[in-house]
């Protein structure tokens, strides 16, 4: 038995590996199990009849991990049910091997309630060997801790988002769902979500957000009971666009113990959603991509950049009260032509944090400077806001310096009510801001320290953003002379 590890989980994969699945791959196939083991282990998986309107995840005996395992005598199995009949290989179970008892699985999810015909969509088990299959799900089976998987779901969760990690650095275009974790704890901690919160993530990915907000809910609230606990989650919403991240998402959330049933998550493209939705929010916590252009717009104030779009959407999700921290590329906060969400950001909302990325944080990914925005919705507006510079004292972030929350975001959290006592922060007055463009990126406030050499192409396009701010407003000038 393998005690439940980061590594041990990654060696659990190893028999993909060897028959030479891509990671891309064999993290999928691995969630199908995993999903699979984990219904039934932490007790998700109904015993009782099928039932749509519960929405209960339901599979018949002979198709049960116990059964793909060899643990249970089929022989005498008999149809009780129309869903306990094959839909795949038109065989009893009995004479069925591991491999198509598995298929029979996913075929039965597919026709099961929402949220497993949701996560089911579009998967299929990829296992050309059934040799591989085997040695996969004895990897699985090895793992101590099974049988207490409440008391281990951190440990079964952290092992999990470690392979998350894996694939993002590895696996192209994988991180746009994946938030480091030390920002993702960051945020959270510095938005300090209540015990009764309605938070959101509309571009959740694998529900990291959501996740670190139950832990961090969990560990302050003092007998944090079963009734808190389901009403936490019920307090929860979190969409996401793509089928199989949203399958990682919910066997996140379900090796966290967080009962995906009780969550509102949700599948499809927010910007749609929301764009007809009255539906408001104390929280909003998100990491939106960001760096394409959309033929959609959310509303007519956006422009095409997805980024844009979806500022300008959780903006509106907030409640009388709510409050939001968001990840935004730098550009948005200098980019002329998104100086009307600036405003709006100024004159309808109080602008608190703007949190300076250290370089490079979303490497290997994306190397776009990003900053993270908190404020909240306030028709007074903004007086002054602060600014954390956790970039200009550090090298950029990659394999041999790593994101760490201690080395970069402890004090941003630990001084938030004392700020004036950090060299980190510093305050800018809002009479500060210049009306011209209402610039709000941390290079017209104060002198970037960063010693290290970045690349001359970030240089270039660093010069060529400013080249064409310079330009529109030499534009605006003249057509105003003209006039």
């Not at 793992?143 to 008391?151: K, M, V």
Request: one cysteine or more.
């Amino acid at each position: 038995m393998s005690e439940i590890t980061e590594e041990a989980l990654y060696r659990a994969c190893e028999p993909m590996r060897e028959d030479g699945m891509a990671i891309s791959n064999y993290l999928e196939q691995l969630s199908g199990l995993l999903f699979l083991k984990a219904c039934e282990s932490s007790g998700k998986l109904t015993f009782e009849s099928f039932d749509r309107e519960t929405d209960s995840l339901y599979l018949p005996d002979p198709y049960r991990w116990e059964a793909i395992i060899g643990r249970s005598n089929l022989d005498d199995y008999e149809y009780d049910d129309e869903f306990a009949e094959p839909m795949v290989h038109q065989k009893h179970p009995s004479e069925m091997d591991s491999l198509e008892r598995y298929e029979e699985a996913v075929a039965h999810l597919k026709e099961d309630g929402s949220l497993a015909q949701q996560a089911f969509d579009q998967f299929n088990p990829l296992f050309n060997r059934r040799s591989t299959f085997v040695d996969t799900i004895q990897q699985l089976e090895r793992l101590e801790g099974w049988g207490s998987f409440g008391e281990n779901a951190d440990l079964f969760g952290d092992a999990y988002e470690y392979l998350l990690e894996k694939y993002a650095d590895k696996a192209e275009g994988a991180g746009e769902y994946f938030t480091p974790r030390p920002l993702t704890n960051a945020m959270v901690r510095f938005a300090d979500p209540q015990i009764d919160d309605k938070i959101i993530d509309p571009a959740s990915g694998t529900n990291g957000f959501l996740i670190q907000s139950y832990n961090h809910l969990k560990n302050k609230t003092d007998n944090f009971s079963q009734v808190q606990k389901t009403d936490v989650e019920s307090q929860f919403a979190s969409r996401e666009i793509r089928t199989e991240t949203y399958r990682l998402g919910l066997l996140n959330y379900l090796l966290h113990d967080i009962d995906p049933s009780d969550v509102n998550a949700m599948r499809g493209d927010s910007l749609r959603e929301e764009k007809t939705s009255s539906e408001e929010y104390d929280l909003v916590l998100a990491n939106p991509p960001f760096g394409s252009d959309i033929s959609f717009q959310y509303n007519r104030r956006c422009d095409s950049t997805i980024e844009m779009n979806f500022l300008m959407m959780m903006m509106d999700m907030l409640n009388d009260s709510g409050r939001a921290g968001i990840v935004v590329p730098e550009g948005i906060l200098f980019d002329s032509s998104k100086e009307a969400v600036r405003i709006e950001l100024l004159n309808q909302f109080n602008l608190d944090t703007i949190l300076v990325l250290p370089e490079d944080t979303f490497q290997p990914y994306s190397g776009v400077d990003a900053n993270v925005l908190f404020f909240e919705r306030d028709s007074s507006g903004t007086d002054e806001f602060w600014f954390y510079d956790a970039r200009s004292d550090y090298e950029n972030i990659k394999d041999s310096n790593p994101l760490e929350y201690k080395k970069h975001f402890s004090d941003f959290v630990e001084y938030r009510d004392d700020r004036e006592t950090c060299d980190e922060y510093f305050r800018v007055d809002v009479e500060e801001v210049d009306e011209d463009n209402h610039a709000l990126y941390l290079k017209k406030y104060k002198e970037f320290k960063n010693e290290g050499h970045r690349p001359p192409a970030e240089i270039a396009q660093d010069i060529k953003q400013e080249l064409d701010t310079v330009r529109t407003e030499l534009d605006r000038m003249v057509s105003d002379s003209n006039d």
